[in-house]
């Protein structure tokens, strides 16, 4: 019953984010510091993730072809579609859960715990349009990290493979460009895109939503990266079904 | 003016107000004072309309709070003004940008125009060199004169202070007490006031509003407190024996 309960006021939560604007001279300050914070300051640890997992995925692969009748551009093919379909979007969206998603409780939870958002609202502000809003509209680059992440991971993969000498350049190369199928990185961006909107509300729900002191906004922020996690890993199934399967 | 009628609230089972009826009147500091748990901050949350009474009715110059729509609310609210027990200010902006926050929300003022206004607000809260501080770099005495120039920064008709002495000295505290009143007479606006501090009570209680176990107990001024015979005002106001010499005199030399 309090799942449900908790689902309910959530989509009640997305329905007042929209309502009663804020100025937009306002919002657009907002909106840019987010960006600066929420993407801007995780495109260290998105490419620093990416390049490691695409060198991991392409020594794994080279290690476990033992067949010598296997071709080596396998390597650059497996590697991409790794990257492309599952470990960027995915992948460094569990990690953004953890680093984004946590940072979002915690200041939200913050406010709640200081009265910052009961100051708002006696002031007749939105508070949740004025505090999750610029959050969503920043959260929208998202797909450019993810783009980052692609290019890095596969570059990662590279590396690994042919200084590793598990690969030549050219046989990475002809793998990479191996079947590509342009529907993988729209499929690849589509989920990125909602990953990026659950990344945004579910935190704000935990942290505008807590109750209780410094204690709780700690217990609110593991909550929330617990949630954000196990709905991105469901949305990721449906989603994978609905538009590959 | 706000007259509250016979509001009850209640979380789950357990009702917090089971009927409170006053008025608060303007161009007055209405103290709300009442032991631990006896329902003050969630009355003073329902003036505030943060909490909505399932029964009663509260009216500001008129208007019945429960009959207004979502953006008639909002509209009520930009002329409320709040000074909270923590102060409330934003950490991430500077004493400057607290104060502006409003201005910029609800204005169509220009830079200079709110540059003028937060600096005569400052003024009047006598923060003068503070406008580049961040609410962590100043002490909680000026927090609170920052939360009083926010609050007051729209010409607010109503102006609300959750315990606005709590974990101030003495002597600051007097200053706080001191500059709401004067704030509340020469703004000619109707202050409500949350407190636990019997000094406040004696020196700017020009209403007295006691609550006990979510009812009113009893209502008077600063003056009327000294006389009352109320046990339970007597025994709380004068729970310390300074304040029971003080009323002792008093009645003395009244005699």
Known sequence: MNYLASIGSYFIMIREVFKKPTKWRIMKSLILKEIDELIYGSLGIIIFISFFIGGVVAIQTALNMTNPLIPRNLIGFATRQSVILEFAPTFTSIIMAGKVGSYITSSIGTMRVTEQIDALEVMGVNSLNYLVFPKIIALCLYPFAIAIAMYVGIFGGWIAGVFGGFSTSADFVEGIQLDFIPFHVTYSFIKTIIFAFIIATIPSFHGYYMKGGALEVGKASTTSFVWTSVVIIIVNYVLTQLLLG | ????????????????????????????????????????????????????????????????????????????????????????????????????????????????????????????????????????????????????????????????????????????????????????????????????????????????????????????????????DNAAVTDFVYSSELFKKVRQMYIEERN
Not at chain 2, 174 to 193: A, F, G, K, S
Not at chain 2, 194 to 219: A, C, P, R, Y
């Open chain 2, 1 to 228: 003016m706000i007259e509250v009628n016979d509001i009850h609230k209640s979380f789950g089972e357990s009702e917090i107000l089971k009927g409170v009826t006053t008025q608060f009147e303007k161009g007055k500091t209405n103290l709300i004072i009442g032991q631990s748990g006896s329902g003050k901050t969630v009355f003073l949350k329902c003036l505030l309309g943060l909490f909505e009474p399932e029964e009663g009715s509260i009216c500001y110059d008129g208007r019945t709070y429960s009959s207004l729509s979502g953006d008639e609310k909002r509209d009520l609210r930009q002329e409320m003004g709040m000074v909270f027990q923590g102060s409330a200010l934003f950490d991430s902006m500077t004493v400057e940008g607290n104060v502006t926050f409003p201005l910029e929300m609800f204005t169509k003022q220009s830079k200079s125009e709110m540059q003028d206004r937060v600096n005569i607000v400052l003024k009047r809260v006598n923060l003068i060199d503070a406008h580049n501080k961040y609410p962590s770099e100043i002490s909680g005495g000026m927090q609170k004169r920052v939360a009083i120039a926010r609050a007051i920064v729209m010409n607010p008709k109503y102006l609300f202070c959750d315990e606005p002495n709590s974990g101030l000295d003495p002597k600051t505290a007097i200053l706080i007490d001191n500059l709401i009143q004067e704030i509340t007479e020469e703004y000619d606006i109707t202050t409500v006031i949350n407190t636990h501090d019997m000094n406040s009570v004696m020196e700017i209680g020009q209403k007295i509003l006691f609550l006990k176990n979510g009812l009113k107990e009893w209502e008077g001024t600063n003056k009327e407190i000294f006389k009352t």
